[in-house]
Structure formats: C-alpha cells, structure tokens
C-alpha cells in the first residue's frame, strides 16, 4: 500500500446520494479476488445513461450515505483501480469506509455545503497529516478565496495510511523479527507434518 499524505488536483462530482455498492461495482464481475482490473466496470449501469461524465480524477465528491448495502470490497478496488485516490461526502457507510481505508483510498467527510462547494471548485486539496481540505471558493462571500477545512479520522487509521500500511503490514511492523527467528527454528526441526514411508 502507499503512503498517502496529500492528495491534490481535480474533482469528479457524483450528484447522487445513497449510492450502494451494487451500483458502484455490480455483481456480475465479483468473479475474481485480484484488486486490480475492476476500474472498467464502475457504475457499470449508469455510465450507460445519456449524459453519464465522470472522469477519473484524483478525487471524488458524492453525496451522503456513500457505500451503503452490501459490504463488498470490490466496490473500493473498482474505485481506486479507476483512478479516485480520495472520496468526499457528507456521510459512509460504515463497513464500506472501513475498506476504503484497508487499501489506501482515502475516505473524507464534510459537511454538505462544503462538498457542495468543493465540487463546485473543480479542483483541491486533500491534506491527511494536516486532516484538513483546501479548495478555492466560487460562489458567496468567500468568492475567490482559498477555503481550509478541518475532518475527523481516527487516529491510527491515519497513522497507517500516512505510513503506507495495511493490515499485514502493520503485522509485520513489530513483530519480523520475530516472525522470521521462529521460520528458521522451525525449519532446523524438520517437516512441519508428519511424513510416512512406503513399507
């Protein structure tokens, strides 16, 4: 996984709340475990729709309740395997936002207004270590300025996301040694199961 830290450049903007993670990545291509490969197939329905332009920038704006039903992984790969590298909403489903954050796609929330405004904006910034957004103001008495806004994230979720980590790496992190002393020992004591012999 990749360290993430700052995520800048143009926005998408999905203008759809509740989106469920059988319109993201439907069920007919849930046929392989590989993360990578799923990107074709995102919004495999809607991208058929008249009108359908959603380009694969850096990051996503969508509307609240991102991710809900089903608790596929897919969804996420589909979604950073097409290119999005953080999505912003007003509100996740819970299992869904996990996921993203097991695989380095960064999940932001914020208020309405200011996906509202971010989407409007075109383009931004997603700062982890400052866990703050940054967009140019169009609209309202902000108009042309620069407009900094505070998220929440847990705190060793985003210590394994600026360190690159996912769950085997954080094994890993504290424990290899370990984990490589006790292999060689137990390769010193032979077959790790029994072996029987032709009579």
């Given at each position: 996984m990749q360290p993430i830290?700052?995520?800048s450049g143009p926005v998408s903007h999905l203008d759809r709340a509740n989106v469920d993670t059988?319109?993201?990545?439907?069920?007919?291509?849930?046929?392989?475990?590989?993360r990578?490969?799923?990107?074709?197939?995102?919004?495999?329905?809607?991208?058929?729709?008249d009108g359908w332009d959603l380009p694969a920038?850096?990051?996503?704006?969508?509307?609240?309740?991102?991710?809900?039903?089903?608790s596929r992984e897919h969804a996420p790969?589909?979604?950073q395997d097409y290119g999005f590298q953080a999505i912003v909403a007003p509100s996740?489903?819970?299992?869904?936002?996990?996921?993203?954050?097991?695989i380095g796609l960064l999940p932001v929330v914020l208020a309405a207004e200011h996906c509202h405004a971010l989407a409007q904006a075109g383009s931004g910034q997603v700062d982890l270590r400052a866990q703050e957004v940054r967009y140019v103001s169009t609209a309202g008495a902000d108009d042309g300025g620069l407009v900094v806004v505070g998220f929440e994230i847990d705190q060793e979720i985003r210590r394994r996301l600026l360190d690159?980590?996912?769950?085997?790496?954080v094994t890993l992190g504290g424990s290899e040694p370990d984990i490589?002393?006790?292999?060689?020992?137990?390769?010193?004591?032979?077959?790790?199961?029994?072996?029987t012999t032709a009579l």
């Open positions: 830290e700052i995520i059988d319109q993201i990545m439907p069920k007919q291509f849930l046929k392989r475990v590989e990578t490969g799923f990107g074709q197939f995102l919004f495999y329905d809607w991208a058929k729709e920038n850096p990051i996503l704006v969508t509307g609240e309740n991102f991710g809900c039903g089903s790969w589909g979604l996740f489903a819970d299992i869904f936002y996990s996921n993203c954050t097991k690159g980590l996912d769950d085997i790496g490589s002393a006790y292999e060689v020992a137990r390769q010193a004591r032979g077959p790790a199961l029994p072996q």
